[in-house]
């Protein structure tokens, strides 16, 4: 097939760019030709909380990205529609996360759809944001009414999608398992990467760091006397999205200092293998959620997590089995945490994990666009 992506990739930097580029690899290995077209500006810099939009990484050889969108400018809407309207492509798809860019995406899906060959199927990470702001709905119907079919990664997003529209086909096929961060390396030679202290045990807290995430939730967690006084310290990996010093401030309060090891910069790629080697658990204490791609990279190291009973992300973590699904409250967490160490569960739950990450792979997300373009009428 020609097939044509819309969204982030190289030179921008997160999941989603790494989700784009690797279902463009995973197509091109079967023998398809695959064009990404990303962002001359994705954000503007008044709405991007974070300290830069952009990937350290050198452009990737194997991927034919070419920046042409610009997601405020509707005249640019209209030029890369039009242009991607004459390749005549089989496929594109365009992965959503957030209505902002509704408007961009689905002025360009309408014209390209226009020539009469194009599906459009639309990955879904979100139709309803976590994070609510006046005139969401309106514009994800805006872009939900220009799409063919749809992949959603979770239920709750499978149902919000049919709360908007129940009439396209729609299938739900988990997130895949991100194995573009490398081989797994041992522990010590992570922690010796790391800088830290290889007496300590070590759980983490990955990805940006947003309100709705529940960092505060784990701070207090922690504060739990069988944790406070053990050696388990949490690693925080990623960048602040919101008020750092409330985070900060509560650690303070909590008295726990020692406790925690903040690496708040951006976590190169090259890195990311060593902050989940390194640790014994993952943990997303998260208020709300759809899916994450952090589950995925857990699974991608054989790590066990700890997920809230949130979202979708209970059914990517069945509870005692390849970790903990739990409700989002300080004294549970840290009922968890407590029993996964002192009842020893790494290994258990390690060996399940090898069996259950079978169930996330880039080749059933393939499989499952191909069945949505199969049902556009």
Same mark, same amino acid.
């Given at each position: 097939?020609?097939?044509?992506?819309?969204?982030?990739?190289?030179?921008?930097?997160?999941?989603?760019?790494?989700?784009?580029?690797?279902?463009?690899?995973?197509?091109?290995?079967?023998?398809?030709?695959?064009?990404?077209?990303?962002?001359?500006?994705?954000?503007?810099?008044?709405?991007?909380?974070?300290?830069?939009?952009?990937?350290?990484?050198?452009?990737?050889?194997?991927?034919?990205?070419?920046?042409?969108?610009?997601?405020?400018?509707?005249?640019?809407?209209?030029?890369?529609?039009?242009?991607?309207?004459?390749?005549?492509?089989?496929?594109?798809?365009?992965?959503?996360?957030?209505?902002?860019?509704?408007?961009?995406?689905?002025?360009?899906?309408?014209?390209?759809?226009?020539?009469?060959?194009?599906?459009?199927?639309?990955?879904?990470?979100?139709?309803?944001? *976590?994070?609510?702001?006046?005139?969401?709905?309106?514009?994800?119907?805006?872009?939900?009414?220009?799409?063919?079919?749809?992949?959603?990664?979770?239920?709750?997003?499978?149902?919000?999608?049919?709360?908007?529209?129940?009439?396209?086909?729609?299938?739900?096929?988990? *997130?895949?398992?991100?194995?573009?961060?490398?081989?797994?390396?041992?522990?010590?030679?992570?922690?010796?990467?790391?800088?830290?202290?290889?007496?300590?045990?070590?759980?983490?807290?990955?990805?940006?760091?947003?309100?709705?995430?529940?960092?505060?939730?784990?701070?207090?967690?922690?504060?739990?006397?069988?944790?406070?006084?053990?050696?388990?310290?949490?690693?925080?990996?990623?960048?602040?999205?919101?008020?750092?010093?409330?985070?900060?401030?509560?650690?303070?309060?909590?008295?726990?200092?020692?406790?925690?090891?903040?690496?708040?910069?951006?976590?190169?790629?090259?890195?990311?293998?060593?902050?989940?080697?390194?640790?014994?658990?993952?943990?997303?204490?998260?208020?709300?959620?759809?899916?994450?791609?952090?589950?995925?990279?857990?699974? *991608?190291?054989?790590?066990?997590?700890?997920?809230?009973?949130?979202?979708?992300?209970?059914?990517?973590?069945?509870?005692?089995?390849?970790?903990?699904?739990?409700?989002?409250?300080?004294?549970?967490?840290?009922?968890?945490?407590?029993?996964?160490?002192?009842?020893?569960?790494?290994?258990?739950?390690?060996?399940?994990?090898?069996?259950?990450?079978?169930?996330?792979?880039?080749?059933?997300?393939?499989?499952?666009?191909?069945?949505?373009?199969?049902?556009?009428?």
């Amino acid at each position: 097939m020609k097939i044509l992506i819309v969204g982030p990739a190289w030179p921008y930097r997160g999941g989603i760019a790494d989700f784009d580029e690797r279902i463009a690899r995973e197509y091109i290995k079967k023998g398809d030709e695959v064009e990404i077209f990303t962002f001359t500006l994705q954000y503007p810099s008044f709405l991007f909380p974070g300290k830069t939009q952009y990937s350290p990484d050198p452009r990737p050889e194997d991927l034919d990205i070419k920046r042409k969108v610009n997601s405020i400018n509707p005249f640019n809407w209209i030029k890369v529609g039009r242009e991607l309207k004459k390749k005549n492509a089989d496929l594109l798809i365009i992965k959503f996360w957030l209505p902002l860019m509704a408007p961009c995406f689905g002025t360009i899906a309408r014209i390209v759809k226009g020539n009469g060959k194009t599906k459009v199927v639309s990955i879904l990470d979100n139709i309803i944001p *976590h994070e609510h702001r006046p005139g969401d709905k309106i514009l994800s119907k805006y872009f939900v009414s220009s799409i063919d079919a749809f992949i959603a990664m979770s239920k709750s997003v499978y149902d919000d999608l049919k709360s908007l529209n129940d009439k396209k086909p729609c299938l739900l096929s988990p *997130h895949p398992i991100y194995d573009n961060f490398g081989t797994a390396v041992s522990r010590e030679e992570a922690i010796g990467s790391l800088g830290l202290d290889p007496s300590a045990k070590y759980m983490l807290f990955f990805g940006f760091i947003r309100d709705y995430k529940g960092l505060d939730i784990l701070l207090k967690a922690i504060a739990d006397e069988r944790i406070k006084n053990s050696d388990i310290k949490l690693i925080v990996a990623g960048e602040f999205y919101n008020n750092s010093e409330t985070y900060f401030e509560l650690e303070k309060e909590l008295g726990l200092e020692s406790k925690i090891i903040w690496r708040t910069d951006f976590i190169a790629d090259e890195q990311v293998k060593n902050y989940f080697c390194a640790s014994d658990i993952i943990v997303q204490p998260y208020k709300t959620a759809t899916q994450s791609g952090v589950t995925q990279i857990a699974y *991608h190291f054989e790590k066990p997590m700890l997920v809230t009973n949130v979202g979708g992300l209970p059914e990517i973590v069945p509870n005692g089995k390849v970790g903990y699904s739990v409700e989002p409250e300080a004294k549970v967490i840290a009922d968890a945490i407590n029993d996964f160490y002192a009842n020893e569960r790494y290994s258990e739950f390690v060996e399940n994990i090898k069996e259950e990450k079978k169930k996330y792979s880039w080749d059933r997300m393939l499989e499952n666009v191909d069945k949505a373009m199969s049902q556009v009428k």
